[in-house]
């Protein structure tokens, strides 16, 4: 029996609002879609949470023995300024503002993504396709869409037509939206607005004169709408049905309503089974907003280097935090919170140290009693995780767990009460769900110093071997120190420091 079968996850389903048990379209496979980052700016913690919250999810299925094909997309054109289809493309606005091309912002801040979701211990995913890497499939999609009366070409841009999509389906299934109130509500079409309805929405821009990112297309010179891009990678790598999309809880709406409406309108079937939406953060009880002064970045938060902030805290202290709260609450920052954070951490974090130095060799005399509550605990980090990923849950239980690890290192006689299957099992629960489960790597804070006097070793003889002009030695500590994760700078002077990548 697979560990999914015995058991089997239950999910809050943002589609029917109902929590439902998961089961897979195929068996015992898992396609996964994540709106991933817009690549115009740093990475921030909300962000962060998102992606955590999905690694969670991805790394569940996983451990229960799903095969799982993982697609999270880079954003790289289409995102407007305005997600109501209007002002500049994020990243050809930041290319402009800094006078770089929209590929160099596009490498620069994907690869700060990337160093983040190393720091925060979050997995790559299968698949990291970009949406300038798919313009032909959002050509042909959007094509398709005309041809099946579902859009229209104005003047070099493509719209979908929302109101004759409701006729034959639903707008609106996924946020619950009414397209009566939307069409109301939503601002008023100025004369320049050449959509039939406000609620249209691009799937095909025109290139104005000055717009940098610009392909050829039957309807002239432009680029894709941003949310046909999704609907096209995730189709593309997972199938015209799939099992889960997930994303902020911002994308509900119009995002991810809009992608339901392309593919559906395009392939005829809803495209996901299961949709998942992260919950939002908040500092101090406010919303977390650059305007409010409240946004740090992850670095900052690493380094204690933000007006709010006390001090620093280590990513797997972050990482931990973040997981006490159940992805669908909101999350609030405060000093408070994350000192006790870094307290709780520290204790699963020794007692995963202690546990792997602790063997038994197995007992005569186990104790049927203290065995059943031990199997018990066990049971429940996986029923925890099974129920909607509840991860605040199982560190509660894991927190017990890491009590019977204290008291087996300052009682060893009391390991005598189990036998050795059941304390093997005990054992490699508590490390795989720490580590795998819920990513929280061991963090060493004790040799902290030993390794600095180590490095600031080798940096003494780097120097003394390029005083000799020995390059091809102080090249190799520099690439050898690299390889291992530690980066060496040469600053001014012919001084040097290091930094420690976190992997
Ligand atoms: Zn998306």
Known sequence: MKLYEKYPIHLSNSLTGAKEKF???HPGFVGMYVCGPTVYNYVHLGNARTFLTFDIIFRYFRFLGYK??????ITDVGH???????????IGKKARLEQLEPMEIVKRYTEDFHTVM????????????SATGHIVEQIIITKKLIDLGLAYEVNGSVYFDVKKYNQSHHYGILSGRNIEDLMESGRDLDSQDEKREKIDFALWKKASPEHIMRWPSPWGEGFPGWHIECTVMSTKYLGETFDLHGGGMDLKFPHHECEIAQATGANGKSPVKYWIHSNMLTV???????????SFLPSELFSGNHLLLEKGYSPMTVRFFMLQSHYSSTLDFSNEALNAAEKGFKKLNNALASIKTLENTGSTTANSEVEKNLLDLIDKCYLNMSDDFNTAKTLAILFEMASQINTWINQKELLAQVSAEVFEKFKTTYISFMEDVLGLK???TGNNDL????????IGLRKKVRTDKNFALSDKIRDDLKAIGIQLKDGKDGEMSYEIENK
Do not use: C, H, W
């Not at 407007?80 to 994020?90: H, I, M, Q, R």
């Open 284 to 294: 101090n009880g406010q919303k977390m907003s650059k305007s409010l002064g409240n």
């Open 118 to 129: 190393r720091q925060f211990n979050i997995l790559p995913p299968s698949i990291e396709p």
């Open 451 to 458: 390794l600095d006097g180590t490095i600031n070793v080798l």
């Open 442 to 444: 061991e963090e060493t």
């Open 80 to 90: 407007l300024v305005d997600d109501a289809d209007e002002g500049e493309d994020k």
């Open 23 to 25: 089961e897979s379209i």
């Open 68 to 73: 799982v094909r993982y697609v999270r997309n």
